[in-house]
């Protein structure tokens, strides 16, 4: 009996769609990547519920055959982009959110469960779920915690691996692993959750989460700040640091190549001066409306008077507030204005990238005269994002990848901060890791999943 014949009668024949019925084409891509031509896939199955991803991993453990694990696909590198003839495996039906615990401060969902849609539920009981990226309306919380996604307030927050207090997944052979632990401190032995957390679903499927909740802000401050050059913005990191303590929530930098995109060139007056050598969109989060916009003119005036920063301006409603996070949401637009182009998502210890990014800039236009690049970045957590786009058809990407990885490798920075692995950084994970940490991610793969078969091709 072919896999299909044998996972229909085993889970339903509703649940196992076969190559002739299946919807491929969004099975097919993530945000940027796609299957490459001529691969087939077998089929895609809907499990409802663990003990049915249990069974199809059982199943094509024995018959040797690869799976695809999948949430929402809006993915950048690939991780949920099959590469080669598989199954599929969607989430996408398993979306219950199974508790709100108030006193522990957790929510228990389904790994389908959208994003946007855990937001909403953590709001309506009171609290906070501070995970937020571009994909919320899609991106499904399984993906978001098997590939440690970020976003704009991990400096305050943390990334998704420190959202997460609890994981059940389901290891390639069908054992079910049940660790939905729901305190925060547990130091017994191992804590086997991480396993599954930023590893892409190549050790095992995350089909249950037990996730962290916050306290709900009752007051948002936000300004754009416009300095001279990056030892201003370290200086300014400094002084919001001290002067905001933990209501800092974002601190977000634009170089003026980039501040340009997400203004002038969208058609958008531009809230500060063209002209300044870097900006900085500084946002605080609080639980007290008059005190915390005292405290946030206060610093941001203190600031302009000791003649850190050149200008700014400090959002007076929620309009403007929406209109400067615009500026730095301008990568969902870059189609319009800065396209087809090559996005990088790195990480160098904070102090460092005001250097690295114009000697960045200089080893690109060395090698290809006439590149355009874009810096932008959160910076305080230590993530630099870069676009490149060059006016050649087709774009060699390739080469472009392998000049920043390889300087970023030498430079003892990360070759992802946010985005993950999959395929498309997978030959250049040797820039940001070492022989022997390369050797025992191998160890962990083959002794976890002996057969190869969860999500083959990505990571390592
Ligand atoms: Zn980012």
Request: contains cysteine; aromatic residues 6%; glycine residues 10%.
């Amino acid at each position: 009996m072919d896999i299909i014949a044998t996972l229909r009668e085993s889970i339903g024949a509703d649940a196992v769609h076969g190559p002739d019925e299946a919807d491929f084409p969004r099975h097919r891509r993530d945000f940027l990547n796609e299957t490459p031509a001529g691969v087939a896939l077998l089929g895609v199955a809907y499990p409802r519920d663990t003990a049915q991803v249990s069974a199809i991993l059982k199943a094509c453990n024995a018959a040797g055959i690869a799976v695809q694990p999948q949430g929402g696909m809006t993915g950048l590198a690939g991780g949920g982009v099959p590469h080669m003839p598989c199954l599929v495996l969607s989430l996408e039906r398993m979306r219950a959110i199974l508790e709100v615990d108030p006193d522990a401060s957790t929510m228990t969902v389904e790994a389908g469960v959208v994003l946007e849609t855990v937001q909403k539920a953590a709001d309506d009981a009171g609290f906070l779920f501070p995970l937020d990226l571009g994909g919320r309306g899609s991106a499904q919380i399984g993906g978001n915690a098997s590939t440690n996604a970020g976003g704009n307030r991990v400096l305050r927050y943390g990334m998704m691996r420190d959202l997460i207090l609890g994981v059940e997944a389901v290891l390639a052979d069908g054992t079910v692993m049940r660790s939905l632990n729901k305190m925060v401190k547990n130091n017994a032995g191992y804590d086997l959750k991480h396993l599954f957390i930023g590893s892409e679903g190549t050790l095992g499927i995350i089909t249950r989460l037990v996730l962290r909740l916050f306290p709900k802000p009752r007051s948002i401050a936000t300004a754009l700040v416009a300095l001279d050059d990056y030892p201003a913005v370290l200086e300014l990191l400094r002084r919001a640091k001290h002067g905001f303590g933990a209501t800092l929530s974002a601190f977000e930098v634009m170089w003026p190549d980039f501040y340009r995109l997400g203004t002038t060139a969208l058609g958008r007056q531009a809230p500060l001066p063209h002209g300044h050598g870097v900006y900085v969109l500084i946002e605080t989060m609080g639980t007290d409306e008059d005190a915390d916009r005292a405290r946030f003119e206060e610093v941001l005036g203190q600031i302009a008077e000791d003649g850190i920063a050149r200008d700014a301006v400090i959002a007076q409603s929620d309009t403007q507030t929406q209109a400067l996070w615009a500026i730095r949401d301008c990568p969902g637009e870059f189609p319009k204005i800065f396209w087809p182009q090559i996005s990088f998502d790195v990480s160098l210890p904070t102090g460092e990238i005001g250097d690295r990014v114009p000697e960045l800039r200089e080893r690109l236009e060395r090698r290809w005269p006439g590149v355009r690049t874009v810096f932008f970045g959160h910076v305080a957590d230590s993530n630099l994002h870069l676009s490149v786009r060059l006016d050649m058809d087709p774009m060699p990407v390739h080469a472009i990848d392998d000049l920043v990885y390889s300087a970023i490798g030498e430079w003892g920075g990360s070759i992802s901060a946010e985005h993950g692995i999959g395929t498309v950084k997978r030959e250049f994970l040797h820039h940001s890791r070492t022989a022997e940490e390369l050797a025992l991610m191998r160890l962990l793969k083959t002794t976890l999943d002996p057969n190869g078969i969860l999500n083959p091709g990505k990571v390592i």
